[in-house]
């Protein structure tokens, strides 16, 4: 079964709105979360690592005002995508390295945000 | 460039027929990590490899690290419409170490199979 969470697997906002994604690990305490973006046909692009109870660490090239990323539980991450464009529709991913101290990386669901 | 360089880009097979995909870096790949997407879904995990020459299978899924750790392959034999999506390689190439460590991506296989 899932063992991240995400929430919602799809929304579509207004330019100049903000737009929260949630991340939940299931049944795991996970102190490092990880949020990536995926353009079509592209890669996952890595954007910032989520620490629980500190500053996310952001990826070069990605602007923390406009990514905002919150960590207030061991279980619960969440990204807020500040004052939307068009340009930030893609789809962006989660994931978490959990349950057990060596298991995989696992991912979330993803969600499509689509900024209109 | 690409860190992580995957080939093919995309494959069409027949059903029955076996299939490799490659994952190769010029960086050493301190670990390696196969998974598999559905178009706008999330990972879904299938191996992970961290010693050179280690090879792990999971039903008709075989995937090889090599010796030298910059080369992976994923071989599928006699595939399925069920395997058909996209196949991601991830590898942690930059020794971040500890149990976080960060995955760079390749851009990843489509792969379609035809009934």
């Known amino acids: 079964g899932a063992v991240v969470s995400q929430h919602p697997s799809w929304v579509i906002c207004k330019s100049g709105t903000s737009v929260k994604i949630e991340c939940r690990s299931l049944?795991?305490?996970?102190?490092?979360m990880f949020w990536y973006r995926q353009f079509p046909k592209q890669s996952l692009m890595l954007m910032a690592t989520?620490?629980?109870?500190?500053?996310?660490?952001?990826e070069q090239g990605v602007e923390k005002d406009k990514f905002l990323i919150n960590h207030a539980s061991l279980t619960l991450s969440t990204l807020t995508v500040t004052s939307a464009h068009p340009e930030d529709s893609s789809f962006y991913i989660c994931?978490?390295?959990?349950?057990?101290?060596?298991?995989?990386?696992?991912f979330g669901n993803g969600t499509r945000l689509t900024v209109t | 460039s690409q860190e992580l360089e995957q080939s093919p880009q995309s494959l069409i097979v027949q059903e029955g027929k076996n299939l490799t995909i490659n994952c190769t870096s010029s960086?050493?790949?301190?670990?390696l990590y196969w998974y598999k997407q559905k178009y706008g879904e999330g990972l879904i995990f299938l191996m992970m490899?961290?010693?050179?020459?280690e090879e792990k299978s999971h039903e008709k899924i075989t995937a090889k690290l090599d010796e030298k750790k910059q080369q992976s392959s994923l071989h599928i034999t006699a595939s399925q419409p069920s395997h058909a999506g996209i196949y991601l390689c991830?590898?942690?190439?930059?020794?971040?170490?500890?149990?976080?460590?960060?995955?760079?991506f390749g851009k990843g296989t489509l792969l379609t199979v035809n009934p």
């Open positions: 994931s978490a390295f959990g349950p057990l101290s060596n298991s995989p990386l696992h």
């Open positions: 049944d795991f305490q996970a102190t490092t």
């Open positions: 989520s620490n629980e109870g500190s500053k996310a660490t952001y």
């Open positions: 960086k050493t790949l301190y670990g």
């Open positions: 490899l961290q010693k050179g020459g």
């Open positions: 991830g590898a942690d190439i930059k020794n971040s170490g500890g149990s976080n460590y960060k995955l760079t």
